[in-house]
């Protein structure tokens, strides 16, 4: 069966306050949008005439020998649709891609699940914006690049470096997003209606945990789904015993958890999207710092300090939780005041720096470097730029990109601009980390969510 091309996008994201603690239901994130998005277009794998394939190509033409082949197969005993790497073709890959793999299976599972028909070869190509990886170096750009809305970064995936806008979970939701609707008619189920959209979220994050390895707090997930929010996590316990792929089961698991029909295990996160907004005036800007981070094994460190040290990390937690909370309702107060002359960011600015303070508490005591001393520099440096209310190390902190507040003006940002094209910093800031160049990212805010795009957009990358 022929089914026509479709296309979907997820904004990255950048969770300006409360990293670590969304890990626990008794505090917050406040996350927000990115308008850099991951793109996913589907559409029907050609064949020849009598010839029938149970092959599903996915494709990522920025990057080089980014191909991977799957075959597909239902399991016994209701374990749902097995995805198996095909590595015999030439063009294809070797190396295993586990969030595509992962995502793919689930989104194949939950289509079986739901409509009992017959799934068909299909062709995914995956694109990127150009911030979601760090390129400093020569580009060598060709006309057909400078014509195309998406960069060819002329590297392996694997060698490319990432910035921390949270691809990942922006891949996860758009790939979720387009196989669902590839295969799955309007009349049954539309992702991006409010009765799909709660179904696509909770698939998204049980492959995005899946492919993980862990069970995360899923506020990237989240604002992949919904745009820019304050998020407090799902209960981890609710997919504890959803089992794997290929378990007796797994299938009719998988979709009671993804429509919330389990009433012994109801998803329970709050997303609130009222009050995430910046107000006029302001404008979130991010700077890459050429590096990235272990999330990982930073998160274990800060967790094993928490569990060490429960009444000193309680304290300290609890502290930052109020400081932001009191981040949010000093963006609401400025967004009601509607004011953007810049003489009221006062109060703003010293939350900033007493929540910076509380994190470089933590990053002492949990001797995780949170906000490491280069990155210390530097955000001192941009917030002494006329115009930069302040900045942080967002979500998980360490070497990936700052998040500033700066004023919405054209000064301000030539002024980091000039700032940055001339900064240097030490090889080692003292804990064990460097940075590389520093350089001002094109994205901003933004708050829509996972939305549908017209697979026109995308000729120049078909084939």
Not at 294 to 315: F, I, Q, Y
Not at 403 to 411: F, G, M, R, S, Y
Request: charged fraction near 20%.
């Amino acid at each position: 069966m022929n089914r026509p091309a479709v296309a979907f996008s997820a904004p990255g994201k950048v969770l300006l306050a409360g990293g670590y603690l969304v890990l626990d239901r008794a505090h917050t994130g406040l996350v927000f949008g990115l308008d850099a998005r991951i793109h996913v277009h589907t559409q029907t794998l050609p064949t020849s005439p009598g010839v029938t394939l149970s092959e599903i190509i996915v494709r990522s033409p920025q990057f080089r020998n980014a191909e991977w082949r799957y075959g597909y197969r239902e399991t016994e005993d209701d374990g749902g649709i097995e995805v198996t790497q095909l590595k015999g073709h030439s063009t294809s890959s070797q190396s295993r891609n586990n969030f595509v793999e992962t995502t793919l299976a689930y989104a194949l599972t939950y289509v079986s699940a739901l409509t009992h028909s017959k799934i068909g070869p299909m062709l995914i190509t995956i694109l990127a914006d150009t911030d979601y990886y760090s390129h400093t170096g020569p580009l060598n750009i060709d006309v057909s690049s400078m014509l195309s809305e998406f960069l060819d970064f002329k590297v392996p995936l694997d060698k490319a470096h990432k910035t921390g806008l949270g691809s990942s979970a922006a891949l996860v939701t758009a790939f979720t997003a387009a196989v669902l609707t590839h295969y799955v008619p309007l009349e049954v189920m539309s992702v991006t209606s409010d009765s799909g959209k709660p179904s696509l979220h909770n698939l998204a994050q049980v492959a995005h945990c899946a492919a993980q390895g862990k069970i995360g707090s899923g506020f990237d997930i989240a604002a992949a789904v919904y745009g820019s929010c304050t998020y407090k996590r799902f209960s981890p316990s609710l997919l504890q015993d959803v089992g794997e792929i290929g378990k007796k089961g797994f299938a009719t698991r998988l979709r009671l958890i993804v429509e919330d029909m389990d009433q012994s295990k109801k998803w329970d996160m709050q997303i609130v999207k009222s009050t995430t907004v910046l107000p006029k005036g302001l404008r979130l800007v991010m700077c890459d710092v050429d590096c990235g981070s272990e999330t990982v094994g930073m998160v274990k460190s800060v967790l094993t300090w928490r569990r060490d040290r429960p009444e000193e990390a309680a304290l300290l937690w609890g502290t930052l939780q109020k400081w932001n909370e009191d981040l949010a309702a000093e963006l609401q107060r400025l967004v009601q005041q509607s004011r953007d002359d810049g003489s009221d960011y006062e109060n703003l600015r010293d939350i900033i720096m007493t929540i910076r303070s509380l994190i470089r508490e933590m990053s002492e005591k949990a001797k995780v470097p949170i906000e490491p001393n280069v990155q210390t520099d530097l955000l001192d440096a941009c917030s002494r730029v006329p115009g930069v209310v302040g900045g942080v190390v967002p979500g998980a902190g360490g070497f990936d990109a700052i998040a500033l507040l700066v004023e919405d003006k054209t000064t301000v940002i030539s002024r980091l601009h000039q700032l940055l094209d001339t900064y240097k910093t030490e090889a080692n800031g003292g804990d064990g980390g460097s940075i590389g160049k520093v350089r001002v990212l094109g994205v901003k805010q933004d708050y829509e969510g996972v939305k549908e795009e017209l697979p026109s957009v995308y000729v120049n990358w078909l084939r």
